[in-house]
């Protein structure tokens, strides 16, 4: 058995992480009886391993419970984490299309200002610079 603290350092996380993973059910000590301490098993720090490493794939917190909760009802979580990252996949796509769009935009605006000179707003216009752009500019 081991603190929180100990388990952060095993885990190489923060105590803070390791206090939050508890908070939020992540993660279950039990208690110390002795002291009612909240106390970890050498099972949590492959729990807070592979915590980290769905994270880092892109996983939330709340999608990491779902994917505990499957394998803690004996049901193997493969399907939920493929259909998961298959999703995630397709959003980060689309968000990288809207970047890219994003940034062409950008780069064709800086364009267009090189060629304009500077001015003051006058109660009609702010930046006119921004204002060449327009609402519905592409």
């Known amino acids: 058995m081991m603190t929180a603290t100990v388990l952060a350092k095993k885990s190489d996380v923060s105590l803070y992480t390791v206090r939050h993973y508890t908070r939020i059910g992540l993660l279950k000590p039990a208690r110390n009886t002795q002291n009612n301490y909240k106390v970890y098993q050498p099972s949590d720090a ?77 109660g009609d216009s702010v930046c006119h610079l921004i204002e060449s752009v327009g609402i519905g500019a592409k």
């Not at 996983?59 to 939920?80: N, Q, V």
């Open 46 to 122: 492959v729990r807070v391993r592979f915590i980290k490493a769905a994270g880092n794939l892109g996983f939330s917190l709340s999608e990491i419970a779902d994917i505990l909760g499957e394998a803690k009802h004996g049901k193997s979580p493969c399907p939920m984490v493929r259909e998961i990252i298959v999703r995630r996949i397709e959003e980060n796509q689309r968000k990288i299309k809207d970047m890219q769009k994003l940034q062409r935009k950008m780069e064709n605006s800086l364009k267009d200002w090189s060629k304009m000179k500077n001015s003051m707003p006058n």
